[in-house]
């Protein structure tokens, strides 16, 4: 009787059955693959093909009766990785040879042995090449090579021990390096040996220097020469391998060397002590532009970079060594600067590279001059730890507070970054003449923007850092200050107009830097503070009046002017306090100054794109003036009340009615909270309640009038008057009668607010009545809760929580209803 599996069973046995025949199936394929490509194969034999193996049935193996094939290893990598294991092999055993067993042989026998492997090892790769051979000639001419360096060791030690050390290995860097070039030469299949020489001729002058007990501008002509003949050898070399070698030394060795003569160039005690150094870097720099001329693309570049490097560091370094100390920087600024007339010499595109050195000695000039300024604009901000504590004693470094300073030796910086800021100015100025004068050597039209805009910041810094280096008075660097901000903003709104968009907004940039460091310095007296301050608001809001509708000028950049007046502002209404003799909490109401303009300027602009910002950022002013009432609650009240009467008056305005309306209920509210308690009153509901019955009636009015009206608008304000300040009470009064009375009110409230659908109705009662009646019941709670044992709470807690997870769905549901009922109510 044959057993029929169930359906379940036999679905899985199918399914196994699929599976194995898949992977039999691509196993197949691959294996024929295989077998394609090795017939195809007419040059060598194929592999052997693996054996076959057998996958179980049933398993859903991906595998099959044959193995996918092995590639065999690369023959040529192969070969490569057994030659170079042979090479390090005889290397390891000719060392050992020369330095462990050379004694144990006579002087003829050492002499045979080592001159017959030597001479093998040089002889065997012409046989090798012949037959092509080349991998296994590489490596036998690798290992003539190190044979030839341990025959000069031993010829050193056998036949010349007592010979210099640095004097012997120069004469024998220099036999090699002509064997090995020679050999290259004779063998020009062999790749390491010309490279070989190239890097063994790098030694011998420096050696010979070092023996003759040379100083360190020997050693830099050492260099030089050898750079030199790199460079030789890098131009006119066939092979690349040699090229790339010769260009590396040339590299290593001229860098080495202009180092050294930069070095002794700049620590020389006078002008004639700097001379030699200088002819030495002249001598680089004329090296590096010979070969420049005749060198392809980027390396003519860096070739006449590096030659303008050399040339000034050798005419800066003269002219340098005699003037004083602080001034250097400017006269390698301006050998820098005179660089740019080679770009009209035939020099090709070498001459960019001599536009780009004097870029480099430029940038490195600005950059040593930047400490300076660095410490100017940073000091007014100590101004803040010291407010009207009068004229600083030391001037325009005093107010700074950096008298302690070096600035004898700091008086170049303004030089130097008005000198570069001219130049910028006229390169941007003339650029069209600039581009036809200096050809191909002249940077590209985007660097244009780049220069005017540069020019605008180095100017303004030179400017500022001016009075400080010049030692002026207190008056001079504020005024100094408050200048190139005016200057500054009218570049911005000249450069708009103009077309010259990127200076502009960095001239906008520079101004408002200006403007903050001019009104922290303004804080070190009275005077300046009032005079600062006021030309401040006056020039933000004349330039958010000059950007307006401007084209070109961005609406932030107008929003952002016509705000940071409003912000200066404020300084002098505080300051007024401060000078009336008032306290702090005194001087709040001279704050609201600031919001009240707003709030009429905002009317009268209306619908314009500056009103809004202006009107937050006075209403902000309105909010320090609060926070600086809050340490007295007379001054809070009155202040609170202002706030009301400036959001009122805004609110007219149907615009900003929504908010405003809101806004000034509650600033009212708040008042009359802050004056009763002020008052000492016991029970508000008698100052309150006068004032909630109107509210309700004239709410009522509204709606019969407007049935769609927000119940918030009708009654949120007149139920909030009384509901509110009684809660407050409430929690402090120690009797029953207020909390009582206060919660059958709330409970009237919601349950008209839940008979007539009003929300205000409804959420203002519910939540006065649930606070009411927490605190009602908190004396109980706690009672209970200290005679229950300390588990009890844990538990409940962790029933509670059960139960809602339990019902989390119905309970979510619940909100939602709850939440589209109040939404649905008005």
Not at 344 to 365: D, H, M, N, Q
Not at 688 to 705: S, Y
Request: hydrophobic share 60%.
């Amino acid at each position: 009787m044959e057993h029929v599996p169930p359906p379940a069973e036999e679905l899985a046995i199918l399914d196994r059955e699929l599976a194995w025949l898949d992977a039999r199936r691509s196993q197949l394929l691959t294996r024929r693959a295989w077998l394609v490509q090795a017939l195809s194969t007419v040059t060598a034999p194929p592999a052997a093909a693996p054996g076959p193996w057998t996958a179980p049935r049933g398993q859903g193996q991906a595998a099959g009766v044959f193995g996918p094939p092995v590639p065999p290893a690369p023959a040529r990598g192969a070969q490569n990785v057994l030659l170079v294991l042979g090479g390090l092999l005889l290397t390891v055993a000719a060392l050992a040879f020369t330095l462990v067993s050379w004694g144990d042989m006579g002087i003829g026998g050492r002499s045979a042995v080592l001159t017959a492997v030597t001479a093998g090892a040089l002889v065997a790769p012409a046989t090798l090449l012949r037959r092509g051979l080349s991998a296994t000639a590489e490596a036998l001419a690798a290992l003539a090579s190190v044979l030839m360096v341990l025959d000069a060791y031993a010829v050193h030690e056998v036949a010349m021990p007592d010979a210099d050390g640095a004097g012997y290995t120069a004469t024998a860097a220099t036999v090699l390096a002509v064997l090995w070039a020679a050999y290259g030469l004779l063998l020009d299949r062999l790749r390491l040996p010309l490279p070989l020489a190239v890097f063994t001729a790098q030694l011998p002058l420096v050696l010979w220097a070092w023996a003759a007990g040379a100083g360190p501008l020997w050693f830099a002509a050492a260099l030089l020469v050898t750079a030199a003949l790199d460079g030789v050898v890098a131009l006119r070399a066939g092979r690349a391998s040699v090229r790339v070698t010769a260009f590396a030394a040339l590299c290593v060795t001229g860098g080495a060397g202009l180092l050294v003569a930069l070095v002794e160039s700049m620590s020389a005690s006078g002008p004639a002590g700097a001379v030699a150094p200088g002819a030495l870097l002249l001598a680089g720099a004329a090296l590096a532009l010979t070969g420049a001329r005749t060198a392809p693309g980027p390396f003519a570049v860096a070739g006449g970079l590096v030659a303008g490097l050399a040339a000034v560091a050798a005419v800066g370094g003269v002219a340098a060594a005699g003037v004083p100390d602080g001034w250097t920087v400017l006269v390698y600024l301006l050998c820098g600067g005179a660089l740019l007339t080679g770009v009209r010499a035939p020099l090709g595109v070498a001459a960019r590279g001599l536009v780009w050195a004097s870029g480099v000695v430029t940038a490195g000039a600005v950059l040593v001059s930047l400490p300076m300024v660095t410490v100017v604009a940073a000091g007014p901000v100590s101004r803040l730890g010291g407010l009207w504590s009068g004229v600083p004693r030391d001037g325009a470094r005093g107010a700074v507070g950096a008298t302690d300073l070096p600035w004898a030796e700091m008086t170049y910086a303004p030089v130097v970054l008005l000198l570069v800021a001219a130049a910028l100015g006229a390169a941007y100025r003339w650029w069209e003449g600039l581009v036809g004068w200096a050809g191909a050597a002249a940077p590209g039209p985007a660097w244009r923007g780049a220069a005017g805009s540069a020019a605008v910041v180095l100017g303004w810094a030179g400017l500022m850092v001016l009075p400080a280096a010049l030692d002026l008075s207190f008056a001079a660097a504020l005024a100094t200050q408050l200048v190139l901000m005016v200057a500054a903003f009218g570049l911005a709104v000249g450069g708009l107009r103009a077309g010259a968009r990127g200076v502009a907004v960095t001239a906008g940039v520079v101004g408002a830097a200006g403007a903050v460091g001019a009104g922290l310095l303004s804080l070190a007296t009275e005077a300046a503070t009032y005079t600062a301050f006021g030309l401040l608001v006056a020039v933000f809001a004349g330039l958010a009046v000059a950007l307006d509708g401007r084209e070109g000028a961005s609406a932030g950049a107008v929003r952002a002017s016509a705000c940071a007046a409003v912000v200066c502002a404020v300084v002098p209404m505080a300051a007024l306090g401060s000078s009336l003799g008032f306290t702090a909490y005194e001087s709040a109401p001279l704050l609201l100054a600031v919001p009240a303009v707003t709030v009429l300027v905002g009317a009268r602009l209306k619908g314009h794109p500056v009103a809004l910002p202006v009107e937050v950022t006075g209403a902000v002013a309105g909010a320090v003036a609060v926070a600086t009432a809050a340490g007295d609650a007379r001054f809070l009240a009155l202040v609170l009340a202002l706030c009301g009467v400036l959001a009122a008056g805004t609110a007219l305005r149907e615009e900003r009615r929504p908010l405003a309306g809101y806004l000034a209920t509650g600033l009212f509210v708040l008042a009359a909270w802050v004056r009763l308690s002020l008052s000492g009153v016991s029970a508000p509901e008698a100052y309150t309640l006068p004032v909630t019955v109107p509210a309700l009636v004239v709410g009522m009015l509204r709606r019969r009038r407007d049935p769609s009206a927000s119940s918030w608008t009708a009654y949120g304000a007149g139920l909030a008057v009384t509901l509110v300040p009684s809660l407050g009470a409430a929690w402090t009064d120690p009797h029953w009668t207020r909390p009582l009375l206060l919660g059958v009110a709330a409970l009237v409230v919601t349950l008209v607010g839940a008979r007539l659908r009003l929300q205000a109705l409804l959420v203002l009662g519910g939540v006065v009545l649930a606070l009411d009646a927490l605190h009602e019941l908190a004396p109980y709670v706690v009672q209970v809760a200290g005679a229950l044992p300390r588990w009890v709470a844990p538990a409940l807690a962790g029933v509670l929580l059960l139960a809602v997870g339990a019902t989390y769905e119905k309970r979510l549901r619940d909100a939602r209803r709850l939440k589209d009922a109040l939404g649905r109510m008005r």
